[in-house]
Nanobody
Framework: QLQASGGGLVQPGGSLRLSCAAS????????TAWFRQAPGKEREGVSC?????????DYADSVKGRFTISRDNAKNTVYLQMNSLKPEDTGVYYC???????????????????WGQGTLVTVSS
């Protein structure tokens, strides 16, 4: 089970850190991804981190240089640090994982079986 948290209302240029905590599943063994879904739009892959032995990361072009994905194995949690937020970053953010080690093809939502419930991020002045 995954629990996403950390969303909220932030002004443009601000920062938020999202958390994805797992229970019944050890996240450092597997790849974990973040997705977001804006109103009226399809769910899109934002970032992914591979299993701990590899620790490779990948980002959507729209967030490169602004978002950072990381993990804390002791807390069984994956984070998404979001800086320089823009109004177009608004949406519900979901974390996802599966019994895979790498992030290849991570942007395909159908590739992930286990999802958190989503946390709303609103970027607005």
């Amino acid at each position: 089970q995954l629990q996403a948290s950390g969303g909220g209302l932030v002004q443009p240029g601000g920062s938020l850190r999202l958390s994805c905590a797992a229970s019944g599943l050890t996240l450092d063994y597997y790849a974990t991804a973040w997705f977001r879904q804006a109103p009226g739009k399809e769910r899109e892959g934002v970032s992914c981190i591979s299993a701990s032995f590899d620790e490779a990361t990948d980002y959507a072009d729209s967030v490169k240089g602004r978002f950072t994905i990381s993990r804390d194995n002791a807390k069984n949690t994956v984070y998404l640090q979001m800086n320089s937020l823009k109004p177009e970053d608004t949406g519900v953010y979901y974390c996802a994982t599966d019994t895979v080690n790498y992030c290849s093809g991570y942007t395909a939502a159908r590739a992930w079986r286990y999802w958190g419930q989503g946390t709303l991020v609103t970027v607005s002045s």
